[in-house]
T-cell receptor
Framework: QKEVEQNSGPLSVPEGAIASLNCTYS??????FFWYRQYSGKSPELIMS????GDKEDGRFTAQLNKASQYVSLLIRDSQPSDSATYLC??????????????FGKGTKLSVIP | GAVVSQHPSRVICKSGTSVKIECRSL??????MFWYRQFPKQSLMLMAT?????????EQGVEKDKFLINHASLTLSTLTVTSAHPEDSSFYIC?????????FGPGTRLTVT
């Protein structure tokens, strides 16, 4: 069974600090990795995707992937109160038909304190 | 990113009635759409994968006769909750894939009284 582990939090950081969100996954067949942000009562919003080992930066967000360790992380620099949300890690494993399926972690709740 | 819409955003119905939820891809064609359900403080649970022009693929434990999915066109998939009961009250979210990324609709909050 595919498992995605995230610290449920809440993770509290002061405004302006770096928030570090971590995720481990069990399926070594996972090839693509996504981070979604979900505000309370809303649907998930895609914020980052990463496909190869290393770092990928997009604005204040940096995703890091280490397939050997089955580990993916998301760093949020200069955290803002508006970043307060639940962050979902979602590895994707491809099937032989060319499609893939996401497996979601339970999410880490981030709280940015003004 | 790609835009996925859902209608209605919120619905309250009486036990025993049926509810239809629409999911549309607004600026792209989606051969595959996904339906998820999320209970409070829990993670997303995939219910079924909807393929245009063919039968949906349901996840284990999801009753296909209760949750009817129709994907009649490349931009529209519908989920009908038949004979709804209070335990079906949840947040239903559709999602569509643009080659390598998956985008979610805004969700439909269903309350069955």
């Amino acid at each position: 069974q595919k498992e995605v582990e995230q610290n449920s939090g809440p993770l509290s950081v002061p405004e302006g600090a770096i928030a570090s969100l971590n995720c481990t996954y069990s399926d070594r067949g996972s090839q693509s990795f996504f981070w979604y942000r979900q505000y309370s009562g809303k649907s998930p919003e895609l914020i980052m995707s990463i496909y190869s080992n290393g770092d990928k930066e997009d604005g204040r967000f940096t995703a890091q992937l280490n397939k050997a360790s089955q580990y993916v992380s998301l760093l949020i620099r200069d955290s803002q109160p508006s970043d307060s949300a639940t962050y979902l890690c979602a590895p994707a494993a491809y099937s032989g038909a060319g499609s893939y399926q996401l497996t979601f972690g339970k999410g880490t709740k981030l709280s940015v304190i003004p | 990113g790609a835009v996925v819409s859902q209608h209605p955003s919120r619905v309250i119905c009486k036990s025993g009635t049926s509810v239809k939820i629409e999911c549309r891809s607004l600026d792209f064609q989606a051969t595959t759409m996904f339906w998820y359900r999320q209970f409070p403080k829990q993670s997303l649970m995939l219910m079924a994968t909807s393929n245009e022009g063919s039968k949906a693929t349901y996840e284990q434990g999801v009753e296909k006769d209760k949750f009817l999915i129709n994907h009649a066109s490349l931009t529209l998939s519908t989920l009908t909750v038949t004979s709804a009961h209070p335990e079906d009250s949840s947040f239903y979210i559709c999602s569509a894939r643009v080659p390598d990324e998956q985008y979610f609709g805004p969700g439909t909050r269903l309350t069955v009284t």
